[in-house]
């Protein structure tokens, strides 16, 4: 596989075309008192567009982004764009680290100075990470898949092959969200890959649940929960499941548009009262994400996988993947905390299940040196059975 190192650089008159853009904003109208209970209010998009407009420095964000080592490979047709960074430890373990949605690999950075230095103050028994983290196809400086059809199970074998490629036959995993749908698949399609997965997106792909299987009572629980979740804030979802085409003219067209609509759900997937603040990310951290979508042009393509979720082959009725398995609960919504027996109908051979007490559905940026924490813990936990 031929590497081909990268480097973000966004011209000039791009960045000069989003401030203009940024300065015609036409704001919409809002009902007085609304606050968050409508979606995402204008006091607070005002103020990050006027932040975006005079205090963001993309090229800042450039000099973090390429401060790393980044990549592209031709895989199947597609350049597909990856940071990848060696530990520095005597034994390094390969990990891959995909992206979820609304994100992209920028929300990944942060785990990689926790991962690629060695424990036990770098003894000959030190493990360290070396990291992986790709742009799933669509999002980011990945190709932007234009065939109908194309889903996360391809999308993982993207993956295996781009691990191949790089000297790993075996390898572990972390995922969330769009990245722990893609790596559950992989583990059930290319178990023998993968030394050990981690997650904090468990019952994501869900286990299949036959018609007359008995369930427990925290199994009906988080089932309900998710249906009551799907029909009060998945508008989004069916949206994007049936006509993506439609929303993308005016999120392409309008960078306040996509922002609103990436923000929304960071927003929504993180705090917990409404009103409170997400203090817990920086602005610039908030908005690199939401640039990066603009610049490349890959909403409408990262969109598309809901669309494209009806074509997945997803785990049946007895389907189960005996890989190593991880999980950390983070302190968000309940519909993502499904029980543990509930995750063992996929994924039986759980060596760790902790609770964080902490973080949203984008822990990674918001808790980075906790997430690296558990992912070392349960890769430990793996090396120590050898």
């Known amino acids: ?79 597909i764009h990856f940071v990848y960074e060696k530990g520095k430890g005597s034994r390094s373990i390969p990990i891959l680290i995909p992206h979820g949605w609304p994100s992209t690999f920028y929300e990944m950075l942060d785990l990689i100075p926790f991962l690629i230095q060695p424990d036990n103050d770098g003894g000959d028994e030190s493990i360290s990470f ?135 759900k960071w927003y929504y997937w993180t705090v917990f009262e409404k009103g409170e603040s997400m203090e817990q990310f920086r602005k610039d951290d908030l908005l690199a994400n939401v640039s990066i979508y603009w610049f490349t042009q890959t909403i409408n393509a990262a969109n598309r996988y809901y669309y494209e979720g009806r074509h997945i082959k997803w785990p049946g009725e007895g389907d189960i993947c005996t890989v190593p398995h991880g999980v950390s609960l983070t302190k968000t919504q309940p519909h993502e905390r499904p029980p543990r027996e509930y995750v063992a109908r996929l994924f039986p051979n759980i060596l760790q299940w902790d609770e964080l007490n902490a973080g949203g559905h984008f822990v990674a940026l918001e808790q980075p040196e906790l997430v690296a924490s558990q992912i070392r813990s349960f890769f430990s936990k793996i090396d120590k059975q050898k």
């Open 1 to 79: 596989m031929n590497l081909n190192p990268f480097t973000v650089s966004i011209p000039d008159e791009e960045i000069e075309q989003l401030k203009q853009r940024l300065r015609m904003t036409r704001w919409p109208d809002e009902i007085p008192g609304a606050e968050w209970d409508y979606g995402i209010p204008i006091s607070y998009m005002k103020d990050m567009v006027h932040y975006w407009l005079y205090d963001f420095d993309w090229r800042m964000v450039e000099r973090h982004i390429n401060s790393f080592s980044h990549y592209k490979a031709m895989i199947d047709g597609k350049d």
């Open 130 to 264: 070396d990291i992986i983290i790709p742009s799933i196809p669509g999002h980011g400086f990945s190709s932007i898949p234009l065939e109908s059809g194309y889903e996360d199970r391809q999308v993982a074998n993207v993956l295996v092959k781009l691990m191949e490629g790089l000297g790993y036959e075996q390898f572990g995993a972390h995922g969330y969200d769009l990245g722990a749908s893609v790596l559950g698949l992989l583990c059930l399609d290319h178990p023998e890959r993968v030394i050990g997965y981690h997650t904090t997106s468990p019952g994501n792909p869900s286990p299949c649940i036959g018609q007359g299987m008995e369930m427990s009572e925290a199994e009906r629980a988080f089932l309900t929960c998710g249906d009551q979740w799907y029909r009060e804030e998945g508008g989004y979802a069916h949206l994007l499941g049936t006509k993506p085409q439609t929303a993308a003219y005016a999120l392409h067209d309008s960078p306040v548009g996509l922002a609103a609509f990436i923000l929304e």
